[in-house]
């Protein structure tokens, strides 16, 4: 007798390619808890130029901030770009095929280092409003001067669930806190977390979490199924 499909609820919208490569095996939800505004082109625009031209350096740490500098239609863009990696990175390449990935790590701490490592003159940062500290400190506590342009705002959009889950994705700190506003976890519901900062913000809330090897939504769909 085949197994009862899982249900499974994803705090933020999926690819119907990946929805349906599951089929059969999850009842997949998707209903998204945060909303992204990305800031307008002409603006990022400016605040680049106003950066200077001799930033060739760039930090990307989420596909919103990569879209959204995309957007703006820069004259120049053959950076040297370090960015978390996966969706981000795939972003970064389809988006600026003429820049250099130099570095790319799994969550921010592990590539503050390795931006360290290679001793920039000067960073630009493309990052949202909620954006986590750890890059800026770390690159302050080394000397490496970081501009910091603000390219899109997270906005949470909590929502009551009133069904049971197998399990539910999370994508970001600003989803938990989003979903968690006006949820609670039932205890046989396990939090799957798509990367450590992410984990340590659920952390504040349940104990049965499963964290994604990978930051990738593909990863996190996966890590659902050892739930059968």
């Not at 949202?128 to 997270?154: F, M, Q, S, W």
Request: net charge neutral.
């Amino acid at each position: 007798m085949a197994a009862k499909p899982l249900h499974i609820l994803s705090t933020g919208l999926l690819e119907e390619e990946l929805i349906k490569s599951v089929e059969g095996q999850v009842h997949l939800d998707c209903i998204p808890f945060i909303k992204i505004l990305y800031v307008a082109p002409d603006t990022i625009a400016s605040a680049v130029a106003a950066a200077g031209s001799n930033l060739r350096y760039v930090i990307f740490t989420s596909k919103n901030a990569v879209k959204a500098v995309a957007a703006a239609n820069l004259p120049h863009s053959d950076w040297n770009v370090f960015c978390i990696e996966t969706a981000t990175q795939k972003q970064v390449g389809a988006s600026f095929p003429q820049s250099v990935i130099i570095a790319t790590a799994p969550n921010g701490a592990q590539l503050a280092e390795k931006i360290v490592a290679h001793a920039p003159e000067r960073t630009l940062f493309f990052c949202g409003n909620r954006r986590l500290n750890t890059i800026p400190e770390t690159l302050a506590r080394h000397h490496i001067p970081n501009k910091e342009i603000t390219v899109y705002d997270t906005i949470e959009t909590p929502k009551t669930v009133n069904k049971d889950y197998d399990g539910i994705l999370f994508y970001s700190p600003s989803g938990v806190e989003s979903f968690f506003s006006v949820n609670r976890l039932p205890q046989q519901t396990a939090a799957i977390s798509i990367g450590p900062s992410t984990t340590r913000t659920l952390k504040k809330y349940t104990d049965k979490i499963i964290e994604s090897p990978v930051p990738d939504a593909k990863q996190l769909v996966q890590q659902a199924l050892l739930l059968r």
